[in-house]
């Protein structure tokens, strides 16, 4: 059984054994779930407790002989987890926080936060990092706490990580509820003693804040139109309902920045006719950050599934998709680069162009999209438009595979399994095991 075998094992057992112990450190959870064998064969006790909680309505010993079988099974993974060198919780950490990476990029949150929450105990920082922004910003369907995220970037901050550091800044900086200049310039002080420049520049500047609710106020009284909807998302974060009222009032002065938000919102209440009528005022007046949203919600299948429609006479709703991507992505929203990139390379639903879709490529990968470091890579290895340079290849597709792509898993698999210069069971062995995942 492999290691990510028994993590995704690991998943599945520790709702089983959560009423035991809130830690999530596994070498105490594995004695707790002896201890706790240890007293259901003692007393029976536990089994009564777990079949009100799993089992309502079966008999107990029903419910005690359920929960034995599970516990059994938890064991069994445990002692095997051990084997793989819990011990050594930094190699154990970087696998938790590589398998999160791997669902977050491939849209899979379920259990994101119950994998980095256990690196995080195994003190990774880049886990505590991760999960602080995910609770600052309610990022990967992540419930939104400013504490709580607080709580993360500390234990990274506490273990000399600049950049937690400057996270901490940055809520202190400006969140309403916790704007605290002394704290923010103490912590951004750290931050420059362990090497970040940036922290450096901010010290050049005040620590002495308005609050960010005054701050918006300021610029709605300075006629800003972004400032209503930044209110709007200032209570709307805070689930306070007083949004309802800056939003509607928005949307009836044709607030584009309302009209967007409002039209996501009935979206997700499956209104999409009534979003569709927003969108259309926001395309009208030219607001290209709707574009994106109206081009996405709006074709039978996805105008990128190149494979899929090469071949065939592009339909109406991708070409369409494709010029809002293209007018979005000309106007600013660097986001939809990666669509016209792809139309290029692939010739739908415009013509072929390799030197564009290349340079548009290199321009994303620069900028760290591991989508287009895949493509990147291929066009490197394959000697298309570009010098062929499996290096660089090999280097591009490890950075995007690192971060979740299964494309540039498989294409390392086959490079590793059959290119004389790089053949590596052990990391075809490696990818294997991250695309079962």
């Not at 240890?38 to 909680?53: K, Q």
């Not at 992540?142 to 506490?158: G, V």
């Not at 940036?198 to 972004?226: C, H, M, T, V, W």
């Not at 890579?377 to 597709?397: G, Q």
């Amino acid at each position: 059984m492999t290691l990510h075998e028994l993590l995704l094992n690991k998943i599945q057992l520790d709702e089983y054994v959560d009423c035991l112990t809130d830690e999530y450190d596994f070498s105490i959870r594995y004695n707790y779930i002896n201890d706790a064998i240890e007293e259901i064969n003692d007393t029976g006790a536990l089994g009564n407790r777990i079949e009100v909680r799993y089992n309502p309505g079966e008999k107990s010993n029903s419910a005690l002989f359920d929960f034995l079988n599970r516990l059994e099974r938890a064991k069994y993974v445990y002692q095997e987890l051990k084997k793989y060198g819990l011990d050594d919780s930094n190699e154990l950490a970087k696998e938790l926080y590589e398998y999160a990476n791997i669902l977050i990029y491939n849209k899979k949150y379920k259990y994101v936060y119950e994998l980095l929450d256990a690196a995080s105990n195994l003190k990774n920082d880049e886990s505590q990092i991760l999960l602080g922004k995910m609770l600052a910003y309610g990022l990967y369907d992540t419930k939104r706490s400013i504490s709580a995220a607080l709580d993360y970037f500390i234990k990274a901050a506490d273990n000399d990580n600049a950049e937690a550091c400057l996270e901490i800044v940055k809520l202190y900086d400006f969140d309403n509820d916790y704007v605290q200049p002394d704290v923010a310039k103490d912590y951004c002080q750290r931050a420059k003693d362990l090497g970040s420049e940036k922290a450096a520049e901010r010290l050049n500047s005040s620590f002495e804040y308005e609050s960010k609710k005054k701050k918006i106020e300021s610029r709605i009284q300075a006629g800003d139109p972004k400032a209503i909807f930044d209110m709007v998302k200032y209570y709307y974060d805070k689930e306070d309902e007083t949004y309802v009222t800056y939003l509607e009032n928005g949307v009836d002065d044709k607030n584009v920045y309302c009209l967007l938000f409002k039209a996501k919102l009935l979206y997700q209440q499956k209104l999409k006719e009534e979003a569709n009528e927003l969108l259309k005022e926001c395309i009208d007046s030219n607001f290209y950050e709707a574009y994106k949203f109206y081009a996405d919600i709006n074709t039978d299948t996805n105008f990128y599934s190149f494979e899929t429609n090469r071949g065939q006479a592009p339909s109406t709703t991708h070409i369409v998709q494709y010029d809002l991507y293209r007018e979005a992505y000309l106007n600013g929203i660097e986001e939809c680069k990666i669509y016209v990139a792809k139309a290029y390379y692939y010739g739908y639903p415009v013509y072929v162009d390799k030197p564009k879709a290349f340079l548009l490529f290199k321009e994303l990968s620069n900028n760290g999209n591991y989508e287009a470091m895949y493509y990147l890579a291929k066009m490197y290895e394959n000697a298309d438009t570009v010098e062929m340079d499996m290096n660089l290849a090999v280097k591009l597709l490890t950075d995007s595979a690192d971060h979740g792509n299964i494309e540039a898993m498989e294409e390392l698999i086959k490079i590793y399994s059959i290119d004389e210069d790089y053949i590596n069971p052990k990391l075809v062995e490696r990818y294997k095991e991250l695309i079962q995942i």
